[in-house]
């Protein structure tokens, strides 16, 4: 007996609805196109299942994308500030006086005062006082002091001299200022000079004793 002979009018009638669906579900899929993302897979159906119709959702639709507007800069409007009005009334100012304390004096100790030497008392000035003879010029040099030979030759004239005399009233020094003419005579008045004169000391503008010169002459004459 052939294999179709076998089966029953129901199995054929269950075959015939299975190949209906399948053939509705190309159909479908036909009908939706591209718009399917995935496949179905052609699973053998099994005898006596029931297939459900799973309705399938098309995708969303794609967001357009719409390009960003380019940004507007801002702007800014600059005010100068308002001039100050020089002519308004200013309030009025309270003044007091602060009294502030007193500043203590710093220099005292930084800076030491400097000493003050006195001055030198100063003594008046007094008129020097030139020497004065202690004993008689005239003794100094006599006639007894005159030699013959300066007799015979008949020598005169007058010998001036300046001796400096000393603290102690001592000649020091002579000199002949004005010659006699003769060399013998006035060398003889220096030496007789200086070994008789006696003198009171100078006294100087201090008030103290000091050299000091005088002066004076000798006239040489031939003795009567």
């Known amino acids: 007996m052939a ?19 399948v053939h509705g579900a190309a159909a479908y899929a036909l009908l939706v196109g591209l718009q399917v993302t995935g496949m179905i897979e052609d699973v053998p159906k099994l005898t006596g299942e029931t297939i ?7 995708p969303p639709p794609t967001p357009e994308v719409t390009p960003d507007k380019p940004s507007t800069p801002q702007s800014y409007v600059h005010v100068p500030p308002k001039p100050l009005d020089l002519t308004a009334e200013m309030p009025p100012i309270e003044v007091r006086d602060v009294p502030l304390p007193p500043i203590p004096d710093v220099t005292t100790d930084l800076f030491p005062k400097p000493e003050v030497t006195p001055a030198a008392q100063v003594t008046p000035a007094l008129d020097p006082v030139a020497p004065r003879p202690r004993n008689d010029p005239g003794q100094w040099v006599t006639t007894a002091d005159y030699r013959t030979i300066w007799i015979n030759r008949e020598l005169t004239g007058v010998a001036r001299f300046r ?6 009233g001592r000649v020091k020094s002579c000199t002949i200022t004005g010659s006699s003419g003769h060399s013998e005579l006035d060398r003889a008045t220096c030496d007789l000079v200086t070994r008789r004169a006696r003198f009171e000391p100078g006294i100087d503008a201090a008030g103290a004793k000091a050299s000091a010169t005088w002066s004076s002459a000798v006239s040489w004459q031939l003795p009567d």
Do not use: C, F, Q
């Open 3 to 21: 294999y179709i002979d076998t089966r029953t009018p129901r199995d054929r009638a269950k075959s015939i609805a299975g190949v209906i669906v």
């Open 52 to 58: 459900v119709e799973v309705p399938i959702e098309p």
């Open 163 to 168: 001796v400096e005399v000393g603290t102690n």
